[in-house]
């Protein structure tokens, strides 16, 4: 893992876009792939591909190409995909069942093992065999079964204190789907998936390609 | 809406979270914010913001800040957010629920018409008021009723059949969760939400840290 420290933040943003990538050509049965073929298939340049690549030596090789399985084994290594996460999710409304049911369905390595719930109706259902606890346990729940992950899926006015009981109870990362920014102890990973923020860029690009498409017209 | 052309994607990305933070000002009744009171809270640097808001002339005066609310209003106009649009849902399994939960209630602006399925067990039933149709109806439903923007919440699989068919049908924009993607024609703004990269950043992020900290520990 040494030589990680020195890929950067923009790689490491990339890699799991050219890991899907490189499954869908296993998938197809492809063995090996040329920077310039991969760069019409994933949209980045060849040369941005070979930059980012270089970082996982070896794999790539001159005249030949990328070896898809080694290059997708080495990522998948590198994004730590070839370990098993335990996470939790807290709030159990729509959003946090369909994170806890995609999870469920989709994503080997990562374990969704309860899901905390401070709405007493709620306590105690089962969402395709995962049970809902009562917000109250989640320190003891966090403890004693080794949870890596809190999924926070709540209002944004729970957030914050939501993420502080995590840190507390010493989860490695927090996935936080609420519309908001939260500060987290720096030994603690944090990755937001701020939903309305795309939306609202979707809004913008909507705008800009009627108004590309007016002046057209008007021409 | 002409001087838009000239604001980089950059930029655009960022709206949505200045504007996410001025309205966290305006409710706690802030009117103004110096560059640098705004850098300690979202983030950027001071001279980041002043560069990005420049963009929107005249909100920002020397030795006083930008005027919150003209801020907070300029910006949504810019991201389109004083219209209404139009959405539709493809795929009423967990995430497109949750989906349409989530724009019925939380987002001013932007209304779900309808959610359309193949599964016939699914089509006829009601998600908070939003009716499940046919997916077979799909493009008429979109001709008439104006949808501007499709919410593609199927598997990876049929995600691409079914950008096509909302391309055909005339939506503006696209705001895709399936884990692939898609092509569409230029006119057509698209909006990925790729849960699972953003997942897969946290698995790199937490590896990283905890090889830091086991680092310190054996200094």
């Given at each position: 893992m040494k030589e990680n420290a020195k890929i950067s933040n923009a790689v490491i943003k990339r890699l799991p876009r050219y890991r899907r990538y490189l499954r869908e050509l296993q998938k197809k049965g492809v063995d090996k792939i040329s920077s310039n073929e991969?760069?019409?298939l994933i949209g980045y340049t060849a040369s941005q591909i070979r930059q980012d690549l270089k970082n996982f030596g070896g794999?790539?090789?001159?005249?030949?190409?990328?070896?898809?399985?080694?290059?997708?084994?080495?990522i998948s290594a590198i994004l730590g995909l070839d370990k098993e996460y335990k996470m939790i999710v807290i709030g159990a409304g729509n959003l946090g069942q369909a994170i806890a049911n995609y999870t469920y369905y989709y994503k080997a390595g990562f374990?969704?093992?309860?899901?905390?719930?401070?709405n007493?109706?709620?306590?105690?259902?089962?969402?395709?065999?995962?049970?809902?606890f009562d917000y109250e346990n989640l320190v003891d729940f966090v403890e004693l079964n080794n949870i890596d992950i809190g999924i926070i899926c709540t209002t944004k006015d729970n957030a914050q204190e939501v993420a502080d009981r995590l840190s507390f109870a010493g989860v490695k990362g927090i996935w936080n789907f609420a519309p908001v920014d939260l500060e987290v102890p720096s030994?603690?990973?944090?990755?937001?998936?701020?939903?309305?923020?795309?939306?609202?860029?979707?809004?913008y690009h909507i705008n800009k390609s009627q108004h590309a498409k007016e002046e057209q017209e008007n021409k």
């Open positions: 991969f760069s019409s794999f790539g090789q001159q005249g030949y190409g990328y070896n898809v399985n080694g290059l997708y084994t080495e374990v969704v093992s309860g899901i905390f719930e401070i007493p109706r709620l306590i105690g259902m089962r969402i395709n065999d995962i049970q809902v030994h603690i990973a944090l990755e937001n998936v701020h939903i309305s923020d795309s939306l609202h860029s979707l809004a």
